[in-house]
């Protein structure tokens, strides 16, 4: 990621923090429809769930010009997501969902750079989350 990238992805979160409450709504509602076999890993209240993933992003998005400082919060978390019964495979459509999410949300001002740069982020940070919940032969893949 060039910090170009990273400028962009903090300044694309930022219009979207606003509205957090029904960006969650509709990742999750994509998530479900591109990935219905995960919807019985989650088991707590959803509006809870989305504010929870919304504000951990944002903690990612803020930390990404300085990745090391968030890698062992980001390590931990994909180690709690082992026991809700999340796979390495299922960080793909989780993926997916996140982009569809943004690009809904920002409208015009989704462009082919700003999905790149939001691609290669979140490549980044599921390849190191997977590669400490299930060992880097898996991140490979
Ligand atoms: C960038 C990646 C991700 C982030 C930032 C994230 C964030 C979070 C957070 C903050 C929680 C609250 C509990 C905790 O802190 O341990 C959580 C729980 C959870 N996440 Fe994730 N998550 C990510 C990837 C995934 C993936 C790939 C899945 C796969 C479907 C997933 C499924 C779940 C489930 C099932 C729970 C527990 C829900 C419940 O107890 O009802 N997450 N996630």
Redesign the pocket.
């Known amino acids: 990621m060039t910090p170009k990238q990273v400028k962009a992805i903090q300044e694309s979160f930022a219009k979207v923090a606003p509205i957090s409450d029904q960006a969650a709504a509709h990742f999750y509602g994509r998530?479900f429809e591109i990935?219905p076999a995960?919807k019985p890993?989650?088991?707590?209240d959803m509006e809870e769930?989305g504010r929870?993933?919304m504000?951990?992003?944002a903690v990612?998005v803020n930390g990404l010009s300085n990745l090391e400082a968030v890698l062992p919060a980001a390590s931990a978390?994909a180690k709690?997501?082992v026991d809700?019964?999340?796979t390495a495979a299922?960080?793909a459509?989780?993926g997916a969902a996140l982009l569809w999410t943004l690009e809904r949300g920002l409208g015009e001002q989704w462009t082919p750079d700003l999905a790149a740069a939001w691609g290669a982020a979140?490549t980044v940070?599921?390849e190191f989350?997977i590669g400490e919940a299930y060992g880097r032969s898996i991140a490979a893949e």
């Open positions: 998530l990935a995960v890993l989650f088991r707590g769930q929870k993933l504000s951990t992003l990612v978390l709690r997501h809700y019964g999340v299922d960080y459509p989780v979140y940070l599921s989350m």
